[in-house]
């Protein structure tokens, strides 16, 4: 088992199974930091630029869009993107996209809006994205996660996007085979930096609790790194790290060596009334060495 006080790859997991409402502000939390990569591989926009907009209105209750965004796509086109994370069906959601919308085109006047909503609960969407009326037709897009393609995803060279693979269509696929390749990924990709995959561990962490999938995964990821240790490549890379463990060692303490016979050396030229500047050069430590050890 995985020393948590010591490996650096050990990720703290939930304590706790979050509500529904709690569900839906972490994961939008999540996508919030993955915005870029959301962009790039479900709504196929190409962004050079990104400036979140903090948003919020204040009548009679708190409204808050999940994310809004001034950005900038490949070809120079600046706009705002509004996009909204759901984890519920909710019938109102046009309505309140289209309050969503009239805020923000409030606040910014001059220029495009483009929303997207963006589901990822478990039950099947019936959620409308539209309202047609006598004196309004209004939409916008939704995307499902349901709907994207697992293999499209766990593909990517991206942790944002093999982590965006858990919300995709899985449903015919073995549960805890999709959780140990999503974690075999991104163990590949941020092997050199402990931080950003513990990181990406609790995030998949959440987004399993999100599709109340039923797996310890820091479980998983503990029997993972049994089966890496167990790899030849990883015999020799040990061996490897071990052999030059050993070798940097003997260089250290040979060096230390090297020095406590310069010290002694100089403590009995010192002796013999020799100048700093004359033990230095003999003995080759610095100058600075030899005041503080005239003073012992």
């Known amino acids: 088992m995985i020393d948590e006080n010591h490996h650096p790859l050990f990720f703290t997991p939930i304590k ?17 930091r993955i ?31 999940d994310l809004v965004a001034r950005v900038k796509d490949s070809d120079g086109k600046a706009f705002i993107l509004h996009i909204e994370i759901q984890n519920q069906n909710q019938q109102d959601m046009p309505d309140r996209m289209l309050r969503y919308l009239t805020d923000i085109r409030l606040n910014y006047p001059d220029e495009e809006v483009f929303q997207y909503l963006l589901y990822i609960g478990k039950a099947t969407l019936t959620m409308p994205n539209n309202i047609q009326s006598a004196q309004l037709q209004y939409c916008y897009t939704v995307i499902d996660m349901h709907d994207m393609d697992y293999h499209f995803f766990i593909n990517q060279n991206s942790p944002d ?71 030849p490549s990883f015999m020799i890379g040990q061996e490897k790290g071990m052999e030059k463990g050993m070798e940097k060692g003997m260089q250290k303490g040979m060096a230390a060596g090297a020095r406590e016979r310069a010290l002694l050396i100089a403590k ?17 430590l610095d100058v600075a060495a030899l005041a503080s050890l005239d003073q012992e």
């Open 161 to 231: 996007a093999i982590v965006m693979a858990l919300l995709c269509d899985i449903k015919a696929m073995d549960i805890k085979a999709v959780v140990h390749e999503i974690l075999t990924k991104l163990t590949t990709l941020l092997q050199n930096d402990s931080k950003r995959l513990r990181e990406y561990l609790s995030m998949v962490e959440i987004l399993a609790s999100n599709r109340n999938i039923n797996l310890d995964i820091q479980q998983e990821f503990e029997m993972l790194q049994i089966e890496i240790e167990k790899l």
């Open 268 to 284: 009995q030229l010192m002796k013999k009334n020799l100048s700093l500047e004359e033990i230095a050069q003999i003995t080759g």
């Open 16 to 32: 706790f199974k979050p509500s529904m409402g709690q569900k839906d502000i972490i994961s939008k939390q999540i996508f919030k």
């Open 35 to 65: 915005l870029i990569d959301v962009a790039t591989y479900i709504f196929k926009l190409q962004l050079e630029t990104v400036e979140l907009i903090e948003t919020e209105q204040q009548r009679i209750e708190d409204r808050r869009t």
